[in-house]
């Protein structure tokens, strides 16, 4: 499978707990990014990476919330101190670089904070 | 600031029939519109884009329009099936300071092809 991958899928925890979230991109794409759904809602835009430089964040993004991407090619989002309003979808897409590309988006890791 | 809105929330067409979705974004800067399928438990999947040097495109039964004057651009599919239902959402770029390639989505479009 050439697309992009996620993993996990699905993920429960705690509130309180650390949550990390593993997105490996198509391998020629160097811009990845992070969306979280809600549903009923579209995607909102979190944060962006151009190879390992993090040139964007949302002010969704608060300070429990961090990304890496540290050899330019897989990226993880960390989750500190979980709390329920963090439930959602976390999808991951990659683009290559340029102008505005087509983002090629994962099948998303599914958030459940009991 | 940026913004997109979709219309309408739900749309329920008989099979045969077209279905129009019609987006507005506030950014006049934007220039790249893709439309997403995105089917119950499964990822967005681009479906049809459009820049913004042309004013129409068209793919099969799915066709894209745009008027920048106005900011707005529609989605419309005509001879509808029963496999087209799936919730759609529209998107533009936005974002100055990382140029222009974050999306802002709408809140999606979910339509229903009756047999």
């Known amino acids: 499978d050439t697309g992009v991958s996620q993993n996990p899928r699905h993920k429960i925890t705690k509130r309180g707990q650390n949550v990390t979230f593993r997105c490996d991109p198509i391998?020629?794409?160097?811009?990845l990014y992070w969306y979280r759904q809600t549903l009923g809602q579209g995607p909102e835009f979190l944060t962006y990476?151009?190879?390992?430089?993090?040139?964007?964040k949302s002010r969704l993004l608060s300070d429990r919330f961090s990304a890496e991407r540290p050899k330019g090619s897989f990226s993880t989002l960390e989750i500190q101190r979980t709390e329920q309003g963090d439930s959602a979808m976390y999808l991951c897409?990659?683009?290559?670089?340029?102008?505005?590309?087509?983002?090629?988006f994962g099948p998303g890791t599914r958030l459940t904070v009991l | 600031g940026e913004n997109v809105e979709q219309h309408p929330s739900t749309l329920s067409v008989q099979e045969g029939d077209s279905a129009v979705i019609k987006c507005t974004y506030s950014?006049?800067?934007?220039?790249?519109f893709p439309w997403y399928k995105q089917e119950l438990g499964k990822r967005p999947q681009l479906i049809i884009d459009?820049?913004?040097?042309?004013g129409e495109k068209k793919d099969q039964r799915i066709a894209v329009t745009l008027n920048k004057t106005a900011k707005h651009f529609s989605l419309h599919i005509t001879e509808t099936q029963p496999e087209d239902s799936a919730v759609y959402f529209c998107?533009?770029?936005?974002?100055?300071?990382?140029?222009?390639?974050?999306?802002?989505f709408g809140a999606g479009t979910r339509l229903a092809v009756h047999p």
């Open positions: 897409a990659s683009s290559l670089a340029g102008t505005v590309t087509e983002q090629f």
């Open positions: 391998s020629e794409h160097n811009r």
């Open positions: 990476f151009q190879n390992e430089a993090q040139l964007e």
């Open positions: 950014d006049s800067a934007s220039n790249y």
């Open positions: 459009i820049r913004s040097n042309v």
């Open positions: 998107a533009a770029p936005g974002g100055v300071s990382g140029g222009y390639n974050k999306l802002i």
